[in-house]
């Protein structure tokens, strides 16, 4: 019995160990990305208020959080153990592009103008809004409005590319073409 309860707090004593500090270095990566803790979630397809958990040391994140923040230029081994520097000093060689919902949070100059701002983000979703039916009008059907707004939030919030958005469209229409007959 006693051996259970020493393996228990030894296990207790293994979280805690890792988990202190891992919630102060998650709200720095988090800070370095210069977005809310709930913006974190569906930036990861997290579910709702996992950062938040995260931050709060409630939880600790898998390998696919840890995987992708190190696909974004920093170091794990600094988020899981806080050794070494948060930014790896390659990470401008691996990092990539800025998810496309950045465009909603200081995508230009955070000094800048809030109309400016709002100007920048306005115009790309006229964008997402412009490309979409453009690709609609030459494929000659236009799905229900569900699907439409449904298409051009992915293009606009969560960044499908062109050619990802063709392939949805033309699934989307073999599918309800089979569905009606």
């Known amino acids: ?99 496309a919902g950045y465009v909603l949070r200081d995508a230009i100059d955070p000094s800048s103008d809030i109309e400016v701002k709002n100007e920048a983000v306005f115009s790309r979703l006229r964008q997402a809004s412009y490309t979409l039916e453009e690709m609609e009008h030459e494929a000659g059907w236009r799905p229900p409005v569900y699907w439409h707004e449904l298409i051009k939030t992915l293009m606009f919030v969560h960044g499908l590319d062109e050619p990802g958005a063709a392939r949805l469209l033309d699934a989307l229409q073999s599918h309800l073409k089979t569905d009606v007959s």
Request: proline share 4%; net charge positive.
């Open 1 to 99: 019995m006693t051996d259970d309860n020493s393996k228990g707090r030894t296990l207790i004593n293994a979280r805690l160990t890792l988990n202190s500090g891992l919630s102060g270095r998650l709200k720095s990566v988090r800070m370095a990305i210069g977005v809310t803790q709930k913006e974190m979630d569906p930036l990861f397809g997290l579910g709702k208020r996992s950062w938040q958990r995260y931050e709060s040391g409630k939880n600790a994140p898998g390998s696919k959080v840890i995987t992708e923040l190190a696909l974004r230029g920093f170091d794990a081994n600094w988020i899981l153990m806080g050794k070494g520097k948060m930014r790896r000093p390659d990470a401008a060689k691996y990092a990539r592009d800025q998810p």
